[in-house]
């Protein structure tokens, strides 16, 4: 799939497409040189799906979203080689005045991000996408806003599901935080969706939650060269970003290795502590709330996606678990109440979830592969068991 859509040339001292991007000078020509070869990957065309439907669900920052009026804030190729200026957070009443996007819109499953072809690319979803439209049947996908509250997700995911006829035979494949979407909507959404479900794969899916996701929630995540679009304050407006913690704080030790209790789901903490964004003391109130919505938010998911009286499910599960790649599986706490985020502490994994967090809390085939968190669904050995197990 390298039929990409690449960024025009500038014209003189003009402006770099896409649309939004700052205006530069002649100092700044070798970085637009670089730019000049920056594509992104376009969406597979997708047939109309038949009887038996393919779902795919992809995780947590795997969809491009866009502006009201078309312009990509999540990802283009030229904000993550600047500084940035924007974030992508959610508004909330009392937020600070702050440089961010609008409201934004999902625009489909991240690609490939292209710098140099065949030298700097990340590769997101799309050759999966490609090889999926042919061997999966009636391949479609489910682009979702990646920063909201997984519950509201799980329930776009059925309604989506719904939409497609009420005599369709589905079969989800689920990556990372998509499963969590998946098991949300098959759990907690209509009986009568979940009964058209046939089999589920799950590939890298945080069950367990993951340590990994604590240290961005005090320092923000950073994209490449861009440390404004994910920015902790950013964080802080998504529910999604939180509920990917793992359901009870037991990732924290002390200098000596041995597992320490802290009470890092309580909101009070936070702000005693100044950890995070409450390193500013001068906060509105409006920001504990958000703190207490996400904390709420957290628990509430786990809370729904754990209940041993949940149904029983009707379809047939595969796990695709990675091995091989170090993992963050805690933190440091000092004693001085900070952490050591340089330092994390690191367990057997796909190099984003620990082993001991992949497995489902169903009945499930388990498959092992020695390829890192998204490369899994590129291996040609991970595809022919999806492909024969959905067959």
Not at 123 to 151: C, H, N, Q
Not at 304 to 319: I, K, Q, R, V
Request: hydrophobic content about 40%.
């Amino acid at each position: 799939m390298r039929d990409e859509t690449c960024l025009p040339l500038p014209d003189g001292e003009g402006e770099l497409a896409p649309r939004g991007e700052k205006r530069v000078g002649k100092r700044a020509l070798p970085f637009l040189a670089l730019l000049l070869t920056a594509c992104i990957a376009p969406q597979p065309t997708l047939a109309p799906p038949g009887e038996d439907v393919t779902v795919f669900v992809h995780g947590y920052k795997g969809s491009f979203l866009k502006t009201e009026n078309g312009e990509l804030a999540w990802l283009t190729v030229g904000q993550a080689l600047s500084a940035g200026d924007r974030s992508i957070a959610l508004p909330f009443t009392g937020q600070r005045d702050r440089p961010r996007y609008g409201a934004l819109a999902p625009a489909g499953p991240m690609t490939r991000l292209t710098v140099i072809p065949l030298l700097f690319e990340e590769e997101i979803y799309a050759s999966f996408m490609e090889w999926a439209k042919g061997a999966l049947p009636g391949f479609v996908t489910y682009a979702y806003d990646w920063r909201l509250d997984l519950r509201e997700t799980g329930a776009g995911l059925c309604t989506f599901l719904d939409g497609l006829g009420g005599q369709k035979r589905i079969r989800i494949v689920a990556h990372s935080m998509g499963g969590l979407v998946a098991l949300q909507c098959l759990r907690r959404g209509p009986e009568r969706v979940s009964s058209q479900v046939t089999k589920v794969v799950f590939l890298g899916t945080p069950f367990k939650g993951g340590p990994g996701q604590w240290d961005d929630l005090h320092l923000g995540t950073k994209t490449s060269s861009n440390t404004k679009l994910l920015d902790a304050e950013a964080l802080l407006t998504m529910p999604a970003a939180w509920q990917l913690l793992p359901p009870q704080p037991e990732m924290f030790f002390d200098e000596g290795g041995e597992r320490v209790d802290v009470p890092a789901y309580d909101a009070q903490t936070w702000l005693e502590g100044r950890w995070g964004v409450f390193k500013d003391g001068s906060l509105d109130p409006s920001y504990r709330r958000q703190l207490e919505e996400r904390l709420e938010a957290h628990r509430a998911l786990w809370a729904s996606l754990t209940d041993p009286d949940g149904p029983a499910p009707g379809w047939e599960t595969m796990a695709v678990i990675g091995r091989g790649h170090p993992t963050v599986r805690g933190w440091t706490m000092r004693g001085d109440g900070s952490f050591d985020f340089a330092n994390p502490l690191r367990g057997d994994g796909d190099g984003a979830v620990l082993v001991n967090r992949a497995y489902p809390p169903v009945k499930a085939t388990i498959v092992e592969t020695t390829a890192e968190h998204t490369a899994m669904l590129r291996q040609p050995e991970v595809q022919a068991v999806i492909s024969d197990f959905l067959r």
